[in-house]
């Protein structure tokens, strides 16, 4: 029973056999078919046995694992790779059904190649997960037959793979040129004129022996007939704190991912931004209480535990409190800190029901609230409206996106800055604001 657990008839078989049947049928009209009828099904049981033997004499024929990466990037393409190895004498033809994650509800995956004899051959796929967790393979099923194909042995491989999948560090690699210069500007980022540079001056003094001589400055130097110097002090590591609202608001769907995931993305980034940019990063998370809290801090492995704590950032669809936020931020954040809150506010009057605590957090830090345009009201808003029930659809669509603008500026009233964007366009956006408040110095 073993031989025929792997045997599968191929379909060719069957269609021969409809063929010959056909031939049968015609028979009755052209006595003649009737021999070449009995000599097909003749051959074809030949054909059928001699295929067979050939694809099932032997063992190990075909030899195939499932090379995966050690996570999966959310949001993005991640590469599979299939190494098969045919051990036939001949050309074997495959049927590659890899039994991929639930997650991508997928039910027709199904790869089609050939290989040559005594040959290896890698076959690439991608996978674009959209929501953050453990991705479970099943088996890798392998239909090889021959020329013929008239019937297939199946092989089966690689049953039991899990492959994390993280916020999108892929990201991290588009955005690692720091620095504004032309290659950044294809990306989005803005040009900033930067304020001073690395060291702030401090004062003129007089040269003493180990000053560096670059430091000179030949102004004092000529009026006080000696040599004075340029003393600078090193600019101080600033705390930069991402803060992921992880309500119900954030639940919202956007090209497959989540305010929430886009937020996380955005996150990531940017601490690798501020850790460039010689300034601590540092994270946490708030719902009905506040979690995934990592300090400011520019260790080495600083980027390693936010990307920890991203992994396991789910929406819970309750109701943010800002209020114990506010409560939590006043205990344990001391220093002055740029406070980047991604959140979302649909109306006016949902900012006014969380302004106080903003206005509260805007005291002691410089708080940016970053949130999202609504981007299915542009077809309704630029749509031209024929109906009556369009018309009102319409107004309501410009009344949703002009309470947007006007939550920016209520915002500004306060000393609170804010970033509108889109969800493709978060981390760019964000990358571009934190880059202009270091350049004027506004920390």
Do not use: C
């Not at 970033?419 to 366009?425: A, G, K, R, V, W």
């Amino acid at each position: 029973m073993k031989l025929f657990k792997p045997f599968y008839i191929q379909p060719r078989f069957f269609y021969t056999g409809i063929g010959i049947v056909v031939l049968f049928g015609l028979s009755y009209f052209v006595p003649l078919l009737f021999n070449i009828a009995q000599l097909s099904i003749l051959v074809l049981v030949l054909l059928f046995a001699l295929d067979f033997l050939i694809v099932f004499i032997g063992k190990n024929k075909i030899e195939a694992r499932r090379i995966l990466p050690d996570k999966f990037s959310n949001g993005d393409k991640n590469a599979i790779d299939l190494s098969i190895k045919n051990n036939y004498p001949f050309s074997i033809h495959l049927e590659i059904i890899d039994e991929i994650p639930e997650q991508f509800q997928v039910r027709d995956f199904k790869i089609k190649d050939t290989i040559t004899s005594r040959k290896t051959k890698s076959i690439p796929y991608h996978l674009k997960p959209t929501e953050r967790g453990e991705y479970h393979f099943g088996s890798l099923n392998i239909y090889a037959s021959s020329i013929l194909k008239l019937v297939a042995k199946r092989f089966t491989f690689s049953s039991g793979d899990m492959v994390p999948t993280y916020p999108s560090f892929k990201q991290l690699k588009k955005f690692e040129l720091l620095n504004i210069n032309q290659n950044s500007l294809e990306y989005g980022l803005k040009k900033v004129r930067r304020l001073g540079h690395t060291m702030e001056f401090e004062q003129i003094k007089e040269y003493v022996l180990g000053d560096d001589l670059r430091t000179i400055n030949w102004k004092a130097t000529a009026k006080r007939n000696q040599l004075m110097v340029n003393q600078f002090q090193d600019e101080k590591s600033q705390p930069i704190y991402s803060i992921i609202d992880k309500g119900r608001v954030m639940k919202m769907p956007f090209n497959g991912l989540s305010l929430l995931d886009y937020a996380i993305n955005a996150t990531l980034v940017i601490s690798n931004v501020v850790l460039k940019k010689h300034d601590k990063a540092g994270m946490l998370s708030f719902s009905k209480k506040i979690e995934n809290v990592v300090v400011a801090e520019r260790r080495s492995s600083q980027m390693q535990l936010i990307l920890e704590s991203l992994y396991n950032v789910k929406t819970d669809f309750f109701e943010s409190d800002f209020s114990r936020l506010y409560g939590n931020i006043k205990r344990h954040i001391t220093q002055r800190s740029l406070i980047l809150m991604y959140t979302n506010f649909e109306t006016l009057d949902g900012l006014n029901r969380q302004l106080p605590y903003l206005k509260a957090i805007a005291k002691s830090h410089l708080l940016v609230v970053v949130f999202f345009k609504n981007t299915e009201l542009n077809s309704l808003i630029s749509n031209k409206a024929e109906t009556v029930q369009q018309v009102y659809d319409k107004v309501i669509a410009e009344k949703f996106a002009f309470e947007k603008r006007l939550i920016v500026n209520e915002l500004k009233k306060y000393g609170i800055y804010s970033i509108l964007t889109t969800p493709e366009n978060l981390t760019i956006d964000t990358i571009n604001k934190y880059l202009e408040i270091k350049a004027r110095g506004l920390l």
